[in-house]
């Protein structure tokens, strides 16, 4: 069994461990950083890899919330935007320690923003510097990014709760009987998974999603390109009909996300014609038609704009499989370090 698997494998236990904590013992530094939020003149996400994906779920809770949340790449925030006076920033960051979130702090704090921490561990460069630190205290992953993606989204989407007045008091049940169903499927979506003939070694990827199961999409682009080695596309789903859909050809594989309560039907129909043009699909949503792809995961029931605490899972064990498909280690980076805390090229 790869590393990679075990981490997946532990991970809706992790996930709902860090929701307990998140909900008991730091409920209070998430309401604090709540306080912070709703005194701002603006909010921003940021964050860098896959704690950069997580940071889409994240927004997007706030949007559907109704306030108003700016999500930039860590770098991009570092070297290219002019920082708000008297923000508020979300830094989403496993480790705390990446070469970008570093160098940010100094600029938020000259900008008098105010910087919330949503990290691993609460002592690390980032969480020392913040006016507050949110921390899930779980298992670092081996290599790829598998609790830490998802438990940092976590925090960040009871954060956004919190805030906007979405919160309710049944979502911490609600949530841990989604995972413990989650890691009841895992077998049944490995079993789905063997043999299966979307997985191709050498085929082009594209993921389509919408809402918050974009921040899925575009995280599970990073794990093919982190535990496959090869390359992959995330777009939203609406995007990809605007001209992308010239690409679609018999030889690529598309992942496509469907929400329980929007967009369903147009989605399914975007499934069905990719099959009609010769694609192979592979789907994930809650009670999807069993006949709506040449594979398909069944979500067990979570709340709909919680659906990305889950829909990762089955991509994660697609990753997973198609290493062994195309004989590569998922467990080893052949080029990127753990964590990047060096600026420049790509060679050390």
């Known amino acids: 069994m790869t590393k990679f698997m075990k981490d997946i494998l532990k991970q809706p236990q992790q996930l709902i461990n860090s929701l307990n904590l998140l909900l008991g013992p730091e409920r209070a530094a998430v309401n604090e950083a709540a306080e912070l939020i ?90 020392r510097a913040a006016d507050v630190r949110i921390s899930v205290q779980a298992d670092f992953d081996h290599q790829v990014s598998v609790t830490m993606y998802s438990a940092l989204a976590m925090a960040g989407g009871l954060l956004a709760g919190l805030v906007t007045g979405a919160h309710r008091s049944s979502l911490q049940q609600d949530l841990t009987q989604s995972l413990s169903a989650a890691r009841a499927s895992i ?70 996300w469907i929400d329980k309560e929007r967009m369903r039907h147009q989605d399914l129909a975007v499934s069905s014609d990719l099959r009609k043009l010769g694609v192979k699909v592979m789907l994930i949503g809650q009670g999807p038609p069993a006949d709506s792809s040449d594979l398909t995961f069944s979500l067990p029931s979570i709340p709909a704009d919680w659906q990305f605490l889950i829909d990762i899972i089955p991509a994660q064990l697609a990753a997973e499989h198609l290493s062994h498909v195309r004989g590569v280690d998922c467990d080893e980076f052949r080029i990127c370090p753990y964590i990047v805390e060096t600026d420049g090229g790509l060679l050390t």
């Not at 970008?100 to 702090?105: A, F, G, H, K, T």
Request: glycine share 8%; charged share 20%; hydrophobic share 45%.
């Open 38 to 127: 709703r005194h701002a003149t603006h909010l921003f996400i940021t964050g860098i890899g896959s704690s950069w994906h997580g940071g889409m779920a994240v927004q997007y809770l706030f949007h559907v919330g109704g306030l108003p949340a700016c999500l930039i790449e860590a770098s991009e925030l570092l070297h290219s935007s002019q920082m708000a006076q008297e923000a508020a920033v979300i830094v989403i960051s496993r480790s705390g320690k990446s070469i970008e979130i570093v160098q940010l702090v100094d600029k938020l704090k000259a900008a008098r923003a105010k910087i919330i921490a949503i990290t691993n561990l609460p002592d690390n460069p980032l969480a």
């Open 187 to 256: 077998d049944s979506w490995m079993e789905q998974i063997q043999e299966d003939p979307w997985f191709a070694p050498e085929a082009g990827t594209y993921f389509l999603a919408r809402g918050g199961s974009l921040a899925s999409a575009h995280e599970t682009k990073l794990l093919w390109e982190e535990a496959t080695k090869s390359p992959a596309t995330a777009m939203t789903t609406a995007g990809f009909r605007h001209g992308s859909q010239e690409i679609s050809r018999e030889s690529l594989r598309f992942g496509v």
